[in-house]
């Protein structure tokens, strides 16, 4: 079975940048379609990014478009999410999960991923 890995996660002062990386584990030649969801503690994990499985359609939540850049390499088989102009509230533990059909679907529902990461922390500081 697949196992999302994420990397990249840390602390940042706000105003700073990361990339978060998302690799499936073991590795494969399948491309997937990729969702990164957040949870913040005490609340629910949500939609932040999504891309498709060809890398053709590309979905973001409202807090953080203009800020984000998700994209994927398939040769690399590796998904990764820039993130800019970091604000504290972005503080969470980011997923990254793995669709596992090319049928259609709605990249903004947790139901949508069949495979979920362990998550990495990111922590950013006022």
């Known amino acids: 079975q697949v196992q999302p890995v994420e990397s990249g996660g840390g602390l940042v002062q706000a105003g700073g940048s990361l990339r978060l990386s998302c690799a499936p584990s073991?590795?494969?030649?399948?491309?997937?379609?990729v969702g990164w969801f957040r949870q913040a503690p005490g609340k629910e994990r949500v939609f932040i990014a999504g891309i498709s499985w060809s890398g053709e359609t590309i979905n973001y939540s409202d807090s953080v478009k203009g800020r984000f850049t998700i994209s994927r390499d398939n040769a690399k088989n590796t998904v990764y999410l820039q993130m800019n102009s970091l604000k504290p509230e972005d503080t969470a533990v980011y997923y990254c999960?793995?669709?596992?059909?090319?049928?259609?679907?709605?990249?903004?529902?947790?139901?949508?991923?069949?495979?979920w990461g362990q998550g990495t922390q990111v922590t950013v500081s006022s």
């Open positions: 073991p590795p494969t030649t399948s491309a997937y379609a």
């Open positions: 999960a793995l669709r596992g059909s090319r049928s259609f679907y709605s990249p903004y529902r947790t139901t949508s991923y069949n495979y």
